[in-house]
């Protein structure tokens, strides 16, 4: 586990496993499914945000409607692991570890908000998801290809 190093915070929230959903996911059952069978796992959310900034990479305008369905998937992926994150004792702060393979879907989620926020031109919301990255885990942007 990462070490966070201030003992005196608080301890770092593991969120529990979203089995249906990660299994369904592993299955290559198609993530539209996943997400409408299981709305609260935010993995389903951020494995679709993550595949509409693929296209919308590849489309000819940058602002299209790929990155506007991503921005869409990504902020419900957020916002449901937020839900999650509170249920499981976070309090607005504190270590959300990447290293913990159940709180990747949020920070998956949380990274791909930044992606979408920038390719808009939402600046403030950009740097907003990488500070939240940074306090959830410091390892976490760069794992997820912003750092």
Not at 19 to 25: G, R, S, V, Y
Not at 103 to 131: Q, W
């Amino acid at each position: 586990m990462t070490s966070f190093g201030d003992l005196l915070g608080p301890q770092p929230v593991l969120l529990p496993e979203l089995h249906d959903a990660e299994d369904a996911l592993d299955a290559g059952t198609d993530p539209v499914r996943v997400a409408a069978d299981n709305p609260a796992a935010s993995i389903a959310w951020a494995t679709l945000a993550e595949a509409a900034l693929e296209r919308a990479e590849q489309a000819a305008e940058p602002v299209n409607h790929d990155v506007v369905a991503a921005y869409a998937f990504a902020r419900t992926g957020y916002h449901r692991g937020l839900d999650l994150l509170r249920r499981n004792g976070w309090k607005g702060f504190g270590p959300v570890p990447w290293e913990h393979e159940p709180n990747r879907g949020f920070l998956r989620s949380v990274a791909a908000l930044a992606r979408a926020a920038k390719a808009i031109g939402e600046s403030d919301e950009y740097a907003r998801c990488l500070d939240l990255l940074e306090d959830c885990d410091p390892r976490a942007a760069g794992e997820l290809g912003l750092g």
